[in-house]
């Protein structure tokens, strides 16, 4: 029942940049990390970027690294993942999640780690 609600997806040329939003619905978000995941056409869900409940340590996947930067502003129960010089391989669904076991100052891209998901926003990057 930890509703997270993405927002922010749209369609964007490459070399373009987009930000994305996760907020908890109804709940605080500030005693979870938080991860972005992403899954595009024919793909499996795939880590993007993680950020730790104060927002003092973050990590990236190698493909984004550099380009994407990940955020917090519990005041505003709010995770933001920026994206910069999109790609046309950055096209998928951008899902944000929470784990409500995992060590709180150890941020993770394993999709397995994370037990609730929003509903994920469209990010489609046109060439």
């Known amino acids: 029942q930890l509703q997270l609600v993405e927002s922010g997806g749209g369609l964007v040329q490459s070399g373009g940049s987009l930000t994305l939003s996760c907020a908890g619905a109804g709940f605080a978000i500030d005693r979870y990390i938080i991860g972005w995941f992403r899954q595009g056409p024919g793909k499996e869900r795939e880590g993007v970027s993680c950020?730790?409940?104060?927002?003092?340590?973050?990590k990236y996947a190698d493909s984004v690294q550099g380009r994407f930067t990940v955020s917090r502003d519990n005041a505003k129960n709010t995770v933001y993942l920026q994206m910069h010089n999109l790609k046309p391989e950055d096209t998928a669904v951008y899902y944000c999640g929470l784990s409500t076991w995992a060590v709180q100052s150890m941020c993770v891209m394993t999709p397995v780690v994370y037990n609730s998901w929003g509903q994920g926003t469209q990010v489609s990057v046109s060439t």
């Open positions: 950020v730790t409940t104060n927002g003092d340590s973050t």
